[in-house]
Protein backbone atom coordinates (compact mmCIF):
# COMPACT_ATOMS: atom_id res chain seq x y z
CA UNK A 1 0.00 0.00 0.00
CA UNK A 2 1.48 3.41 -0.84
CA UNK A 3 1.36 6.37 1.79
CA UNK A 4 3.09 9.43 1.86
CA UNK A 5 5.62 10.24 5.31
CA UNK A 6 9.06 10.82 5.91
CA UNK A 7 11.89 9.12 8.74
CA UNK A 8 14.00 12.42 9.25
CA UNK A 9 12.41 15.80 10.27
CA UNK A 10 13.62 18.46 7.76
CA UNK A 11 12.10 20.37 4.68
CA UNK A 12 9.27 19.31 2.01
CA UNK A 13 12.24 17.12 0.39
CA UNK A 14 11.96 14.94 2.91
CA UNK A 15 8.62 13.49 2.02
CA UNK A 16 8.75 10.17 -0.01
CA UNK A 17 6.48 7.67 -1.06
CA UNK A 18 6.23 4.29 1.52
CA UNK A 19 5.46 0.76 0.69
CA UNK A 20 3.21 0.12 4.24
CA UNK A 21 0.78 -2.70 4.82
CA UNK A 22 -2.71 -2.57 4.80
CA UNK A 23 -4.37 -2.98 7.74
CA UNK A 24 -7.64 -5.03 8.51
CA UNK A 25 -10.40 -3.63 10.87
CA UNK A 26 -11.69 -5.20 13.70
CA UNK A 27 -14.37 -4.58 15.83
CA UNK A 28 -15.85 -1.28 16.04
CA UNK A 29 -13.62 -0.45 12.83
CA UNK A 30 -13.95 0.22 9.22
CA UNK A 31 -11.42 -0.23 6.45
CA UNK A 32 -11.71 3.36 4.11
CA UNK A 33 -9.72 3.06 0.50
CA UNK A 34 -8.34 6.70 0.43
CA UNK A 35 -9.01 8.59 -2.85
CA UNK A 36 -8.21 12.21 -0.99
CA UNK A 37 -6.42 13.31 1.82
CA UNK A 38 -5.89 17.13 2.19
CA UNK A 39 -2.74 18.78 2.88
CA UNK A 40 -3.32 20.92 6.27
CA UNK A 41 -0.50 23.77 8.29
CA UNK A 42 -0.38 20.68 10.98
CA UNK A 43 0.68 18.36 8.27
CA UNK A 44 3.88 20.79 8.00
CA UNK A 45 4.54 21.16 11.05
CA UNK A 46 4.66 18.01 12.04
CA UNK A 47 6.90 17.37 9.08
CA UNK A 48 9.36 20.30 9.86
CA UNK A 49 9.82 18.87 13.61
CA UNK A 50 7.95 21.73 15.30
CA UNK A 51 5.99 18.80 17.07
CA UNK A 52 9.18 16.14 17.55
CA UNK A 53 9.21 16.17 21.03
CA UNK A 54 6.01 14.21 21.11
CA UNK A 55 6.81 11.97 18.28
CA UNK A 56 10.21 11.18 19.63
CA UNK A 57 8.44 7.67 21.50
CA UNK A 58 7.04 6.66 18.33
CA UNK A 59 8.99 4.90 15.54
CA UNK A 60 9.26 6.31 12.07
CA UNK A 61 8.08 6.31 9.40
CA UNK A 62 5.59 9.11 9.99
CA UNK A 63 2.91 9.80 7.91
CA UNK A 64 0.92 13.35 7.92
CA UNK A 65 -2.61 13.51 7.53
CA UNK A 66 -5.75 14.26 9.04
CA UNK A 67 -8.25 14.64 6.57
CA UNK A 68 -9.32 11.97 4.31
CA UNK A 69 -11.92 10.84 1.95
CA UNK A 70 -12.47 7.61 0.07
CA UNK A 71 -14.97 4.31 0.09
CA UNK A 72 -15.28 1.74 2.65
CA UNK A 73 -13.95 -1.18 1.71
CA UNK A 74 -14.29 -3.63 4.54
CA UNK A 75 -16.00 -3.70 8.22
CA UNK A 76 -14.63 -5.02 11.28
CA UNK A 77 -16.72 -8.20 12.63
CA UNK A 78 -19.09 -7.13 15.29
CA UNK A 79 -19.50 -3.44 14.25
CA UNK A 80 -22.61 -1.79 14.77
CA UNK A 81 -23.13 0.92 11.77
CA UNK A 82 -25.02 2.11 9.27
CA UNK A 83 -22.25 2.47 7.42
CA UNK A 84 -22.16 -0.49 4.45
CA UNK A 85 -19.21 -1.14 1.52
CA UNK A 86 -19.34 1.03 -1.11
CA UNK A 87 -20.10 3.70 0.67
CA UNK A 88 -18.60 7.12 0.36
CA UNK A 89 -17.32 8.69 3.63
CA UNK A 90 -14.69 11.35 5.22
CA UNK A 91 -13.42 11.83 8.52
CA UNK A 92 -10.60 12.96 10.46
CA UNK A 93 -7.56 11.36 11.46
CA UNK A 94 -5.95 11.21 14.50
CA UNK A 95 -2.48 10.72 12.76
CA UNK A 96 0.37 9.06 14.90
CA UNK A 97 3.21 7.21 13.60
CA UNK A 98 2.69 5.87 10.39
CA UNK A 99 -1.14 6.05 11.28
CA UNK A 100 -1.73 9.24 8.72
CA UNK A 101 -4.27 10.14 6.13
CA UNK A 102 -1.59 10.27 3.50
CA UNK A 103 -2.20 6.59 2.72
CA UNK A 104 -4.60 4.64 0.18
CA UNK A 105 -5.64 2.94 2.90
CA UNK A 106 -6.88 3.67 6.64
CA UNK A 107 -8.64 1.71 9.09
CA UNK A 108 -10.67 4.03 11.38
CA UNK A 109 -12.77 3.59 14.34
CA UNK A 110 -16.75 3.68 12.80
CA UNK A 111 -17.83 6.62 14.65
CA UNK A 112 -15.09 8.86 13.54
CA UNK A 113 -16.25 8.25 9.98
CA UNK A 114 -19.60 9.47 8.30
CA UNK A 115 -20.75 10.04 4.83
CA UNK A 116 -19.81 12.68 2.54
CA UNK A 117 -22.47 15.18 1.63
CA UNK A 118 -24.21 14.49 -1.37
CA UNK A 119 -23.53 16.50 -4.80
CA UNK A 120 -19.52 16.69 -3.86
CA UNK A 121 -16.66 15.09 -5.16
CA UNK A 122 -14.19 12.99 -2.76
CA UNK A 123 -11.17 15.32 -3.12
CA UNK A 124 -14.21 18.42 -1.97
CA UNK A 125 -15.25 15.98 0.98
CA UNK A 126 -11.39 15.60 1.96
CA UNK A 127 -11.29 19.43 2.81
CA UNK A 128 -14.13 19.26 5.55
CA UNK A 129 -13.45 17.20 8.30
CA UNK A 130 -10.75 18.76 10.31
CA UNK A 131 -11.37 22.45 9.36
CA UNK A 132 -15.02 21.55 10.33
CA UNK A 133 -14.75 19.88 13.29
CA UNK A 134 -12.46 22.46 14.77
CA UNK A 135 -14.79 25.43 13.80
CA UNK A 136 -17.47 23.52 15.25
CA UNK A 137 -14.79 22.92 18.69
CA UNK A 138 -14.50 26.83 19.01
CA UNK A 139 -17.99 27.85 18.67
CA UNK A 140 -19.08 25.54 20.95
CA UNK A 141 -16.42 26.57 23.49
CA UNK A 142 -17.55 30.34 23.32
CA UNK A 143 -20.93 29.37 23.37
CA UNK A 144 -22.14 32.48 22.08
CA UNK A 145 -25.48 33.59 21.76
CA UNK A 146 -27.44 35.06 18.86
CA UNK A 147 -27.42 38.42 18.58
CA UNK A 148 -23.38 38.74 19.98
CA UNK A 149 -20.72 39.66 18.08
CA UNK A 150 -17.83 36.96 17.06
CA UNK A 151 -14.26 38.37 15.90
CA UNK A 152 -12.63 36.38 13.36
CA UNK A 153 -8.97 36.53 12.86
CA UNK A 154 -7.00 34.40 9.24
CA UNK A 155 -11.02 34.98 8.06
CA UNK A 156 -9.88 33.78 4.62
CA UNK A 157 -8.34 30.37 5.75
CA UNK A 158 -10.55 27.31 5.71
CA UNK A 159 -10.82 27.64 9.46
CA UNK A 160 -11.34 31.06 9.42
CA UNK A 161 -14.33 30.68 6.32
CA UNK A 162 -16.26 27.57 8.61
CA UNK A 163 -15.92 29.67 11.88
CA UNK A 164 -17.92 32.57 10.11
CA UNK A 165 -20.81 30.55 8.26
CA UNK A 166 -21.36 28.47 11.03
CA UNK A 167 -21.65 31.36 13.15
CA UNK A 168 -23.83 33.49 11.02
CA UNK A 169 -26.08 30.40 11.31
CA UNK A 170 -26.36 30.64 14.74
CA UNK A 171 -27.28 34.69 14.38
CA UNK A 172 -23.96 36.48 15.62
CA UNK A 173 -23.06 39.30 14.66
CA UNK A 174 -19.18 38.50 12.83
CA UNK A 175 -16.40 40.92 12.40
CA UNK A 176 -13.17 39.49 10.41
CA UNK A 177 -10.05 40.54 8.79
CA UNK A 178 -8.87 40.14 5.66
CA UNK A 179 -6.43 41.43 2.64
CA UNK A 180 -7.46 43.93 -0.10
CA UNK A 181 -7.53 40.71 -1.97
CA UNK A 182 -9.43 38.88 0.54
CA UNK A 183 -12.07 40.77 1.40
CA UNK A 184 -14.88 39.77 -1.30
CA UNK A 185 -13.85 36.11 -0.01
CA UNK A 186 -14.37 37.07 3.34
CA UNK A 187 -17.86 38.91 2.32
CA UNK A 188 -19.02 36.01 0.55
CA UNK A 189 -18.78 33.74 3.77
CA UNK A 190 -21.42 36.05 5.45
CA UNK A 191 -18.88 38.51 7.28
CA UNK A 192 -20.57 41.42 8.40
CA UNK A 193 -17.82 43.49 8.63
CA UNK A 194 -14.29 43.01 7.24
CA UNK A 195 -11.30 44.91 8.86
CA UNK A 196 -8.23 45.20 7.52
CA UNK A 197 -5.58 42.34 8.78
CA UNK A 198 -2.42 43.10 10.42
CA UNK A 199 -0.24 43.51 13.60
CA UNK A 200 -2.87 46.43 14.73
CA UNK A 201 -5.91 43.45 14.58
CA UNK A 202 -7.08 44.88 18.18
CA UNK A 203 -7.37 48.55 17.42
CA UNK A 204 -9.24 47.88 14.25
CA UNK A 205 -12.03 45.38 15.78
CA UNK A 206 -12.15 48.06 18.71
CA UNK A 207 -13.22 50.89 16.17
CA UNK A 208 -16.09 49.13 15.25
CA UNK A 209 -16.99 47.91 18.22
CA UNK A 210 -15.38 50.14 21.16
CA UNK A 211 -16.09 48.41 24.08
CA UNK A 212 -15.09 45.30 22.52
CA UNK A 213 -16.77 41.96 20.95
CA UNK A 214 -17.95 38.98 23.06
CA UNK A 215 -16.06 36.16 21.32
CA UNK A 216 -12.61 35.63 19.20
CA UNK A 217 -11.72 33.26 17.13
CA UNK A 218 -8.08 33.46 16.41
CA UNK A 219 -7.38 32.01 12.94
CA UNK A 220 -3.93 33.37 12.57
CA UNK A 221 -2.81 32.78 16.23
CA UNK A 222 -2.08 36.40 16.71
CA UNK A 223 -2.95 35.96 20.41
CA UNK A 224 -1.67 38.99 22.85
CA UNK A 225 -2.13 40.95 19.54
CA UNK A 226 -5.46 39.72 19.11
CA UNK A 227 -6.92 39.60 22.33
CA UNK A 228 -7.04 43.34 23.22
CA UNK A 229 -10.44 43.16 20.82
CA UNK A 230 -12.14 41.28 23.48
CA UNK A 231 -14.38 42.73 26.08
CA UNK A 232 -13.63 42.39 29.91
CA UNK A 233 -14.92 38.87 30.85
CA UNK A 234 -15.61 37.48 27.61
CA UNK A 235 -14.18 34.58 25.26
CA UNK A 236 -11.12 33.80 23.10
CA UNK A 237 -10.31 30.63 21.21
CA UNK A 238 -6.93 29.77 19.76
CA UNK A 239 -5.98 26.75 17.47
CA UNK A 240 -2.59 25.99 19.35
CA UNK A 241 -3.19 26.34 22.72
CA UNK A 242 -2.15 29.99 24.01
CA UNK A 243 -3.56 31.38 26.89
CA UNK A 244 -3.39 34.42 29.09
CA UNK A 245 -5.06 35.79 32.14
CA UNK A 246 -6.16 38.91 31.48
CA UNK A 247 -9.41 40.86 32.50
CA UNK A 248 -11.73 37.79 33.19
CA UNK A 249 -11.04 36.66 29.62
CA UNK A 250 -11.52 33.02 29.46
CA UNK A 251 -9.32 31.36 27.04
CA UNK A 252 -10.22 28.31 25.10
CA UNK A 253 -7.93 25.49 23.58
CA UNK A 254 -8.96 24.44 20.54
CA UNK A 255 -7.68 20.57 20.16
CA UNK A 256 -9.80 19.32 17.97
CA UNK A 257 -8.17 15.66 18.67
CA UNK A 258 -11.68 15.94 21.31
CA UNK A 259 -13.87 15.54 18.46
CA UNK A 260 -12.06 12.69 16.81
CA UNK A 261 -15.16 10.29 17.41
CA UNK A 262 -18.10 12.67 16.75
CA UNK A 263 -19.16 11.17 13.45
CA UNK A 264 -22.58 13.14 14.61
CA UNK A 265 -21.01 16.66 14.21
CA UNK A 266 -19.24 15.71 11.11
CA UNK A 267 -22.94 14.47 9.87
CA UNK A 268 -24.19 17.61 10.42
CA UNK A 269 -21.49 19.75 8.96
CA UNK A 270 -22.53 17.32 5.84
CA UNK A 271 -26.12 18.95 6.04
CA UNK A 272 -25.04 22.38 6.02
CA UNK A 273 -22.87 21.58 3.49
CA UNK A 274 -25.73 20.09 1.42
CA UNK A 275 -27.79 22.80 2.13
CA UNK A 276 -25.33 25.37 1.18
CA UNK A 277 -24.52 26.73 4.42
CA UNK A 278 -20.88 26.00 4.30
CA UNK A 279 -18.48 26.00 1.31
CA UNK A 280 -15.97 23.74 0.23
CA UNK A 281 -12.86 25.06 -1.62
CA UNK A 282 -10.27 23.14 -3.50
CA UNK A 283 -7.01 24.69 -4.25
CA UNK A 284 -5.21 22.04 -6.10
CA UNK A 285 -4.72 18.71 -6.22
CA UNK A 286 -1.19 17.07 -6.32
CA UNK A 287 -0.29 13.26 -6.77
CA UNK A 288 1.19 11.39 -4.24
CA UNK A 289 4.85 11.63 -5.45
CA UNK A 290 4.02 15.57 -5.72
CA UNK A 291 3.33 15.97 -1.69
CA UNK A 292 6.96 17.90 -1.43
CA UNK A 293 5.44 20.68 -3.84
CA UNK A 294 2.02 20.70 -2.44
CA UNK A 295 4.03 21.44 1.11
CA UNK A 296 6.26 24.10 -0.37
CA UNK A 297 2.93 25.70 -1.93
CA UNK A 298 1.31 25.81 1.51
CA UNK A 299 4.33 27.17 3.34
CA UNK A 300 4.68 29.72 1.17
CA UNK A 301 1.85 31.28 2.04
CA UNK A 302 -1.33 32.73 0.26
CA UNK A 303 -3.59 29.60 -0.77
CA UNK A 304 -7.55 29.55 -0.62
CA UNK A 305 -8.61 26.33 -0.27
CA UNK A 306 -6.87 23.32 0.67
CA UNK A 307 -4.41 21.27 -1.53
CA UNK A 308 -5.28 17.76 -1.54
CA UNK A 309 -3.66 14.73 -2.06
CA UNK A 310 -5.27 12.34 -4.88
CA UNK A 311 -4.50 8.39 -4.45
Excluded at 222 to 232: F, L, W
Excluded at 240 to 245: E, H, I, P
Excluded at 248 to 257: F, K, L
Aim: with cysteine.
Amino acid sequence: MRAVGFYEFGGPEVLQVLDLPEGQPGTGQVRVRVHAATVNPTDTLLRNGSRAQALRAIPAPHVPGMDVAGVIDAIGPGTTTDLAVGDQVMAMVDNQGSHGGYRESIVLSADAVAPIPEGVSLVEAATLPMNGLTARQTLDQLALQAGQTLAVTGAAGCYGGYVIQLAKQAGLRVIADASPADEALVRSFGADVVVPRGADIAAQIRQVMPHGVDGLADGSYQCEQAMGAVRDGGGFATVRGWSMQERGIVCHATWVRQYNHRADVLRQLRQDVHKGLITLRVAATYAPEQAGEAHRRLEAGGTRGRLVLVF
